[in-house]
């Protein structure tokens, strides 16, 4: 595990994303608030590359790698994979795609992480874009959604929706007293929410030809 944090800590890849300086906006939202949705629109819209901490992980256990072993073994005993493995996957993923806007989808999910990503990149993100969604709609979203599986039950939902504010909220708030956070209703239907998206990105001469 040491060979990939120190990796991570050299900072070559951060030197290389620093000099390219691609657009970075963070993407924060609770399990339900339709996050996801509204990347895939940025991405159709404004010519965005959607980024999802998760997938590169699971992407990289699938891979069958020295580090993707690491991660899965992580997983298993049920240990937090370190920012700074996340946060190299996430590099790399920035580096390869040749592209210089990014949706950072789900991350960072706490201060640690947030800290780690400034740290080992040298970067800050443009903008924070957090869909806040009252609870109460976000269960509902999520148990319409997944009627009859076990693991979107009443109680898994609002243990997600916990983790969620004890962990991420102090993400949002971080950025919020830099001016840094762009606030959306996530309450409203998806071409509403898509409409307040359009006043944050369009603004900024992001419109697609």
């Known amino acids: 595990m040491g060979t990939v944090v120190e990796a991570a800590n050299k900072g070559a890849s951060g030197s290389i994303l620093e000099k390219r300086k691609p657009t970075i906006v963070f993407v924060l939202g609770g399990p339900g608030s339709g996050k996801g949705t509204q990347c895939a629109n940025i991405v159709e819209h404004y010519g965005y590359t959607h980024l999802s901490a998760g997938d590169l992980l699971r992407a990289e256990i699938k891979s069958?790698?020295?580090?993707?072993?690491?991660?899965?073994?992580m997983i298993k005993e049920g240990k937090i994979v370190p920012s700074e493995v996340t946060i190299k996957l996430l590099q790399r993923a920035i580096e390869e795609s040749g592209k210089d806007k990014f949706l950072i989808d789900g991350f960072p999910r706490n201060e640690e992480n947030r800290a780690a990503f400034e740290k080992v990149t040298g970067m800050e993100p443009s903008f924070v874009l957090f869909f806040d969604c009252p609870e109460e709609e976000m269960e509902r979203r999520l148990l319409s959604r997944n009627q009859g599986r076990e693991d979107d039950n009443i109680e898994t939902i609002r243990k997600r929706f916990k983790v969620f504010l004890e962990s991420s909220l102090p993400v949002i708030n971080y950025y919020d007293a830099k001016g840094k956070v762009?606030?959306?209703?996530?309450?409203?239907?998806?071409?509403?929410?898509?409409?307040?998206?359009?006043?944050?990105?369009?603004?900024k001469n992001e419109k697609a030809d």
């Open 64 to 73: 069958g790698s020295e580090n993707g072993t690491m991660i899965q073994n």
């Open 182 to 203: 762009r606030k959306i209703d996530a309450a409203r239907p998806v071409e509403e929410v898509f409409g307040s998206v359009k006043a944050i990105f369009e603004p």
